[in-house]
């Protein structure tokens, strides 16, 4: 439906694991194996219970962490490291506070080969996209936390990434903004047709935003099931399909988080 | 309805007048107050004890010095010379010490050579070092120069440090997945900007200890500067000039401070 154009996967994660070295000396395997296909402009949403390793997913797609095993290839092309192809909007918005709004979203931008002049029209086609063409002389304290990962959207679709990675964008936001914050996430996504990886641990957001929906289990995080959603957006998530949705999401969680505490004890 | 638009009128002139006073002005106004009080408390001590003039003078004796002292401009020429000093030996140390900073905050390896020389060498006062001082460079600029540096340099490296080891994770990341790939960029487009208003309270801390730390060398061993003016004025028995000396003192020391904290105000803001 939304998967348009391009042929080739845009992301693929195969038999990827990750384990690390607790300071016993005794190995934890925290990740895998996770093996995903993405498809071009897919909406993939990645919910699972805290500490369950969709963190550590994410920083490996970033290219912030190495996998102890397993690949993530993008376009074909196996990752080594960060990449602006791959951008990001965080948790907690990770704004340059020195650099004004439009200096902020032109960051990225000046680090690829784009004259001067355009960079700054970019910065600002994404600022109206977003709505705050009148801020981009401001500096960041200014702003309100919704005005601020506002800004954070924009600057991670300005790059003109091949992959969006988002870290729980919204986890620090009060529930109106991040109502509001959502449905603007949609309509920007739909409108520039990108891939995306969303992190939450929120079934309510997922339901509302995802194409696709995968549910890890608690540690080792491994991918416990799948949901596809067609509904048309914007979806009412108090309709009988997505209530019953939520329930089953719901259920497999609350066994996976049940499993964290008998382990624990 | 009436309280309301009342309550909203008649603010608006009283506030309009209040701001004729320029913000500044209102300010200063503790400060005036404080110095009135000092000098009122000094008035009332000699008054009661009646000290000799060599031990306490009154304010109006050490006011007219002070204007001897202005006037003719001598004043001017020992302040001139301690600032100078300051001055010079704090650029030094900020040359120095922040490029150092940086790259102790940024490698932990780095760091971990350099940083017992620092904690070795960081409890030894500047005011220590002045014998040495003297010893290796004599009585000249160079002397008072090498004390302050050692004054100035580690407030300065050590908040430094502290800013580029506390640059947020989060910016890293930021940074790297925006396009800074190498560290270099990495280093220059986030490492340093984060890192600046820390390094801003470092510079500024600095010259408050090497405000200091000059006016210590200067007793011991100078024929020019503020220090030089009170050592001079015990030694001929004229608390008069060692008061106006202090005096002086103070007053740059105070002014060179609000310039730092109006400097900060303005151009340190960035921190969060």
């Known amino acids: 439906m939304n998967a348009p154009l391009t042929t080739g996967k845009p992301l693929c994660i195969s038999g990827l694991t990750k384990t690390y070295e607790t300071r016993t000396g005794e190995s934890m395997e925290a990740l895998g194996p996770i093996s995903v296909d993405v498809a071009a402009g897919e909406f993939l949403v990645v919910v699972g219970p805290s500490g369950c390793g969709k963190s550590t997913l994410l920083q490996i797609l970033a290219g912030f962490l190495k996998p102890t095993d397993g690949t993530v290839s993008v376009n074909g092309e196996i990752i080594t490291g960060p990449s602006i192809d791959r951008s990001m909007i965080f948790q907690s918005y990770a704004l340059f506070p020195w650099l004004s709004v439009l200096d902020n979203v032109r960051f990225g931008l000046r680090r690829k080969t784009i004259p001067r002049e355009q960079q700054r029209s970019i910065a600002l086609q994404y600022l109206r996209l977003v709505g705050l063409q009148d801020f981009a002389d401001k500096n960041i304290d200014e702003l309100s936390g919704g005005m601020k990962q506002r800004v954070a959207i924009a600057r991670a679709f300005a790059v003109n990434p091949s992959i969006l990675l988002m870290d729980e964008p919204f986890g620090a936001l009060d529930a109106l903004t991040r109502r509001f914050l959502q449905r603007e996430l949609l309509r920007i996504w739909q409108e520039q047709q990108r891939t995306v990886v969303f992190i939450t641990h929120s079934v309510n957001e997922a339901i509302f935003l995802a194409d696709r929906i995968l549910v890890m289990s608690s540690r080792p995080g491994r991918i416990r099931a799948e949901w596809r959603l067609d509904s048309p957006r914007p979806r009412d998530l108090n309709s009988d399909q997505h209530r019953r949705l939520e329930a089953e999401i719901f259920s497999l969680l609350d066994e996976e988080v049940t499993k964290t505490f008998s382990w624990a004890t | ?272």
Request: one cysteine or more; hydrophobic letters at 55%.
């Open chain 2, 1 to 272: 309805m009436n309280i309301a638009s009342a309550k909203n009128s008649a603010p608006g002139p009283g506030r309009t007048s209040h701001r004729r006073w320029p913000a500044n002005a209102v300010r200063a106004l503790p400060f005036c107050y404080a110095a009135i009080v000092i000098v009122l408390v000094w008035q009332i001590v000699v008054d009661i004890t009646k000290p000799d003039p060599s031990i306490l003078p009154p304010p109006i004796d050490v006011a007219w010095t002070f204007g001897h002292l202005a006037g003719d401009g001598e004043l001017a020429v020992h302040a001139g010379y301690s600032v100078a000093r300051v001055i010079t030996a704090w650029l030094l140390s900020g040359i120095i010490a922040i490029p150092l900073g940086l790259l102790m905050g940024s490698s932990q390896h780095f760091e971990r050579i350099v940083n017992p020389f620092v904690e070795l060498l960081r409890p030894i006062s500047p005011l220590a070092w002045i014998p040495m001082a003297i010893l290796w460079f004599g009585i000249g600029e160079s002397g008072k120069v090498f004390v302050v540096f050692i004054g100035t340099f580690f407030p300065i490296l050590l908040s430094t440090v502290a800013g580029a080891k506390g640059v947020d994770p989060v910016l890293l990341h930021a940074g790297q997945v925006f396009g800074c790939t190498n560290r270099l960029t990495l280093f220059r487009r986030v490492v340093v900007p984060a890192a600046l208003p820390s390094i801003v309270v470092g510079l500024r801390v600095a010259f408050g200890t090497g405000w200091a730390a000059i006016i210590a060398a200067e007793l011991v061993a100078a024929h020019s500067g503020l220090g030089y003016l009170i050592a001079n004025g015990m030694d001929i028995l004229r608390a008069d000039q060692v008061l106006v000396g202090m005096i002086a003192i103070g007053v740059l020391g105070f002014l060179f401070d609000t310039f730092f904290r109006y400097l900060q105000a303005h151009y340190g803001r960035t921190a969060r």
